[in-house]
């Protein structure tokens, strides 16, 4: 079982960076996909980037497309989230997630194992 844990959030001013790290514990298929998801109060969860682990391949949701960046660090078994050019719309509480890849990089039903989240607050 794959248990991950978010880190790095916090408050910062439009237009200033954060980097979110997630931690995982257990095996990491190299089948796996691993994502970034976000959530408002009242609010669906949304996909923000999503990446492959065997191919490093990425994907991004339009609105952050350019201003975050996924990664990944294969020996720390970390995931992290470069966010750039943050805006006040970015506020969320921010989820690691990982399963096996899907058809669809934010389909949601794949993704078997979550982080309890980081909370980001961006003030304009």
């Known amino acids: 079982q794959v248990r991950l844990m978010e880190s790095g959030g916090g408050s910062v001013q439009a237009g200033g960076s954060l980097r979110l790290s997630c931690a995982a514990s257990?095996?990491?298929?190299?089948?796996?996909?691993m994502a970034w998801f976000r959530q408002v109060p009242g609010k669906e969860r949304e996909g923000v980037a999503a990446?492959?682990?065997?191919?490093?391949?990425?994907y991004y949701a339009d609105s952050v497309k350019g201003r975050f960046t996924i990664s990944q660090d294969n020996v720390k078994y970390t995931l992290y989230l470069q966010m750039d050019s943050l805006k006040p719309e970015d506020a969320a509480m921010y989820y690691c997630?990982?399963?096996?890849?899907?058809?669809?990089?934010?389909?949601?039903?794949?993704?078997?194992?979550w982080g309890q989240g980081t909370q980001v607050t961006v003030s304009s």
């Open positions: 997630a990982a399963g096996f890849c899907g058809a669809t990089w934010f389909g949601r039903d794949h993704y078997t194992s």
């Open positions: 257990g095996y990491l298929y190299s089948t796996y996909c």
């Open positions: 990446l492959a682990r065997g191919s490093g391949q990425t």
